[in-house]
């Protein structure tokens, strides 16, 4: 069964920083693309970024040039690293993983940027 367990999210001023991380089990994660996703209260849920597994990246156009997306595959891990955070930024943040056949959502991790 696979499982997707988020860590890292937490309160932070605008400016700051903070890495998120999920770590997953019960597939073969190295060749699984992975993404993170975000949803704010009353808002869709929306794509922030994704990595294959050869490693292509790929990021909204709001997050572009202040989170990297990256991947240990020794540690079945992806993280997202969020620098030059905003207000706006605030969410609850999903680690997503695509199976064969299935796709797959951790739990969410809360994010909020004070201004």
């Known amino acids: 069964q696979v499982q997707l367990v988020e860590s890292g999210g937490g309160l932070v001023q605008a400016g700051g920083s903070l890495r998120l991380s999920c770590a997953a089990s019960?597939?073969?994660?190295?060749?699984?693309?992975m993404a993170w996703y975000r949803q704010a209260p009353g808002k869709q849920r929306e794509l922030v970024a994704g990595i294959t597994s050869g490693g292509t990246t790929t990021y909204a156009e709001s997050v572009k040039g202040r989170f990297t997306i990256s991947r240990d595959n020794a540690k079945n891990t992806v993280y997202l690293q969020m620098n030059s955070l905003k207000p706006e930024d605030t969410a609850v943040y999903y680690c997503?993983?695509?199976?064969?056949?299935?796709?797959?959502w951790g739990q969410g991790t809360q994010v909020t940027v004070s201004s």
């Open positions: 997503r993983l695509q199976d064969i056949t299935s796709v797959y």
């Open positions: 019960g597939t073969i994660f190295s060749m699984r693309p």
